[in-house]
């Protein structure tokens, strides 16, 4: 892990928030790794800033379930269980597939397009081996099908399952063997949807969601997370 974290000092925000958003970027991320403890002079430190920011971050994490305070040893990134992830991806699934059968019906051409723009990205991505990219464009990609049903609740829900899994999902797309998978499913939706086929494209967003599923679980079990049946 690098010796000092990011931190972008934007003026029109408060420090706290600088703070916060930084530190919430590096678990999502992986930079900091689940069970790995938070010591607030450390990260002060690595941050160039006073503790109360620091502080004042690590409550805030707690309460979006980031950050958990563990007896006699302070806070620490929070782990996730086997069961936890399961229970977030089958929510994930069916309002993925809720989704997709909305936007075979609303989607428009300008969408179509759209998607079919950061589909390429994508693929350009995967090719240069370059994983933030495809990250961005993975996330990118699927916001414009949620956005595609205009159904504000849908979207902000969602929204809230991706970020609970955002940092697994970093781990998935580094594996240059799902790269290619990726890139036939995403083809496959995109096809679906254009071609107002609800079945198959619920389909393949289901599959979309098993297969991440099948390789997190793996990621967290190869790096000795707390995993519950």
Known sequence: ????????????LPLRDVVFNALREAILKGE?????????????????????????????????????MVPRKGAEVARITQKALKDVLEVRCALEELAV?????????????????????????????DVEKIVEKDVEFHDIIFNSTDNEKLIQILNNLREQI?????????????????????EEILNAIES????????????H???????????IKENGSNIKE
């Open 1 to 12: 892990m690098e010796d000092k974290l990011k931190v972008n000092l934007n003026e029109y």
């Open 32 to 68: 900091l790794n689940p069970g790995e403890r938070l010591m607030e002079k450390q990260l002060a430190e690595r941050m160039g800033v006073s503790r109360t920011p620091i502080r004042e971050a690590i409550r805030k994490l707690e309460l979006e379930g980031l950050v958990v």
């Open 101 to 129: 059968k909305i936007a075979c019906e609303k989607v428009a051409q300008k969408e179509i397009k759209a998607l079919r723009e950061t589909m390429e990205a994508f693929n350009q991505a995967v090719n240069k081996g």
């Open 166 to 186: 955002y940092r697994y999902r970093v781990e998935y797309i580094k594996k240059t063997d799902n790269h290619q998978i990726l890139v036939k499913e995403h």
């Open 196 to 207: 107002k086929n609800v079945e198959k494209a619920q389909e393949v967003a289901q599959q």
């Open 209 to 219: 969601i098993i297969n991440q599923e099948t390789t997190i679980i793996k990621f």
